[in-house]
């Protein structure tokens, strides 16, 4: 019953902030829709791959960190599973300022191999340099 007590204490956290992270999706589609309108909404849509693909990385990459600092605490090499929460948070440190600054550079051009154009084009490079 322990062991049942303490995977949902650890599970639930992550689940919620999955769901809040579509829920974010769904209120920014909303706002943006009612107040830009269909154009918008469309550039939001077309250029999520990249926030998804922005997502799913730090995602991994905090996911891997975790599971190896658990399975190095459990065997009880408590300062190599310190040193991989270390290379987790600079990771995700240096992930963070290259695809900021890819977004920031390569914004129109990844948009423009998702298919967006003329106002999509626009809309959705200015939703990404604020994403």
């Not at 250029?47 to 605490?73: C, D, E, F, L, R």
């Not at 948070?89 to 900021?100: A, E, G, M």
């Amino acid at each position: 019953m322990k062991s049942t007590n303490t995977f949902f204490k650890f599970v639930i956290p992550s689940v919620l902030s999955f769901a809040l992270s579509g829920v974010y999706a769904i209120v920014d589609g909303y706002f943006v829709g009612n107040t830009i309108g269909d154009a918008g909404l469309s550039a939001i849509n077309i250029a999520y791959p990249i926030v998804a693909v922005i997502q799913s990385v730090g995602t991994g990459i905090g996911m891997g960190g975790a599971v190896h600092y658990s399975i190095n605490k459990v065997v009880g090499s408590e300062k190599r599973a310190r040193n991989f929460i270390a290379g987790v948070w600079w990771l995700l440190i240096v992930f963070s300022i290259i695809s900021t600054i890819c977004g920031f550079l390569f914004a129109k051009e990844l948009l423009m191999l998702l298919g967006a154009r003329d106002s999509l084009l626009t809309l959705g490079v200015e939703y990404i340099k604020y994403i």
